[in-house]
């Protein structure tokens, strides 16, 4: 596909489980950031990847969350021990790193809701 | 960090224009952005502005910047039912990584 895909679209779960979330960027770009979009509010920072390293994970409210993207391409946001307050749509954005990289295009997100 | 705000809510009527505003606090931005969101959908961009520019005109989108008072505007003219989204400002910080979010304004077209 030509756009940003995320897997699950939604997923439910219990509180204090594991969560992963998938994010497959459009193909070449070689950035990837990650948002956290809480209901009635704009999207927050999590963090950002260029290539295979975390270039940028200031984002990340707590140990609990991590994120990783061992090839450059598709990167998996993992939650631990699951909470009601990490319940929000997940949304991940990719970027060309080729004069254009400041251009980031969404995904339609995966919504998370901790029950 | 870097702040942005918004209006919530702009009502307007189909045809005529709506102009959305946004302000942000850091001064070094580099890039400034306007998203559109509808109701189950992701974000998609619509047009964004350098920082040493003052306008920037796309089809019936313009946008204004005044980095002096550090304010943001989007214009959309001949407005149609199909632009009744959410519209987000958002903000290039952290080097050159970040985008900083508004809270979006929520743009309602009435026939």
């Known amino acids: 596909g030509a756009g940003v895909s995320q897997t699950p679209s939604n997923k439910v779960t219990e509180k204090g489980k594991y969560v992963e979330l998938r994010c497959d960027p459009i193909?070449?770009?070689?950035?990837l950031y990650w948002y956290r979009q809480s209901l009635g509010q704009g999207p927050e920072f999590l963090i950002y990847?260029?290539?295979?390293?975390?270039?940028?994970d200031s984002g990340l409210p707590n140990d609990r969350f991590f994120a990783v993207r061992p090839e450059g391409s598709v990167s998996t946001l993992k939650i631990q021990r699951t909470e009601r307050g990490d319940s929000a749509v997940y949304l991940c954005?990719?970027?060309?790193?080729?004069?254009?990289?400041?251009?980031?295009?969404f995904g339609p997100g995966t919504r998370l809701t901790v029950t | 960090g870097e702040d942005v705000e918004q209006s919530l809510f702009l009502s307007v009527r189909e045809g005529d224009s709506s102009v959305i505003n946004c302000t942000y606090t850091?001064?070094?931005?580099?890039?400034l952005y306007w998203y559109k969101q509808e109701p189950g959908a992701g974000l998609q961009l619509l047009t964004y502005?350098?920082?040493?520019?003052d306008m920037k005109q796309d089809q019936r989108l313009t946008v204004l910047l005044n980095k002096k008072d550090k304010h943001l505007s989007l214009r959309i003219a001949d407005t149609q039912t199909g632009d009744s989204a959410i519209y987000f400002c958002?903000?290039?910080?952290?080097?050159?990584?970040?985008?900083?979010f508004g809270t979006g304004t929520q743009l309602k077209v009435e026939l």
């Open positions: 954005a990719s970027s060309s790193g080729q004069g254009m990289e400041h251009e980031q295009y």
């Open positions: 193909s070449g770009h070689t950035a």
């Open positions: 990847f260029q290539g295979t390293g975390a270039a940028d």
């Open positions: 850091d001064s070094s931005s580099t890039y």
């Open positions: 502005i350098f920082s040493n520019m």
């Open positions: 958002a903000v290039l910080t952290g080097g050159g990584n970040k985008l900083t």
